[in-house]
């Protein structure tokens, strides 16, 4: 399919849950002169998934920095076991009983509410209640391999009632061997979706199979208007035992191309050790590398993540929103 360029400007949506690094990171991204340029023709479109009522109170932070702030009650978290958020989840759905009861009872706080799920017949019925409180509306579709749970037919009736001003997002579930393919609807969501500004999100595969990146070639390939993620992170959070003891982790996004390298060692330093003893390490890549490489202190966990985070993003600005515009083109 040949790329649509009518939407305009293309669109990096950071998924994110609030916390001190995250929201240091974006204050990185908040205005400065520096980032102008970087971000010249291009959105930042911040997803925040609230894990706490009290992460409205840190809103500002993500409206400064991006274009557009979506703000997200993630229900699907409840769906799973075993992941560090589940307690906080179910407490929030205890609560408010679901998405659309969470933002009518917080409208005045929210941008633009993320309705998410499954496309079925529920999850246009939530679209609806949210339309009816909200002039915009963000719909994520939760999207298996092969759509054998019915998510063609499913997105086909939300098509047809979506208002072409909606943001929509093509989440994908299963990203494990993903150069294997498995997606192959995606062409069909294209056409469902055109009137639409659509990004493809976690097509990026970090923890299983080869660590890649295929969030701006699917864009491309399909002409959406831009692509998603966690930052190099995870959907389910693990949970660490206290007494951890298991090798850190430092991942690297490639700075010419969609590759993600670990490095690891005993400590976030020695990880971090590995990764300046690379050959392709530059300090002098971004504000985010420079930081790390001119630390006076060991490196903490707390360092390492905005390295990783802000080096991401600025990446994806730099390098993939440059190559999907060629694409266009």
Known sequence: MVPNASHGELIYLPIFRDGRNEREVMEEF?????????REGKLLYPLLELTDTEDLQNLNTYRQAGDK??????????????HALKEEIDALLERYGGQNEFY??????????VISGRPNDELLDSYDQAK???DEVAVR?????GGENGELAGANELGLEIDSSDFVILDLLDTANL????????????DIFAENRAVVANALN????????????IAGEYGFDGFGDFAVGGRYPPIIPSLHEAQKKYRQYGVSDFEIREFEGETYEEAVQELEAWGRWRQNHCPFCQQLGSREREC???MAKQARVGHYIHSVFENDLEWLTEQRT
């Open 30 to 38: 908040s205005g400065l002169n520096r980032f102008g340029e970087l």
């Open 69 to 82: 702030l979506l703000i997200e009650l993630p229900e699907y978290l409840a769906e799973q076991e075993n």
């Open 104 to 113: 009518r009872e917080h409208a005045d706080e929210i941008d633009v509410p």
């Open 132 to 134: 009816e409180r909200f």
């Open 141 to 145: 579709l939760l999207l298996s391999k």
């Open 179 to 190: 150069e294997e393919g498995g997606y192959s609807y995606l062409d069909a969501l294209s």
């Open 206 to 217: 970090v923890y299983e199979g080869e660590a890649y990146n295929w969030g701006p070639e």
């Open 300 to 302: 903490t966990s707390h």
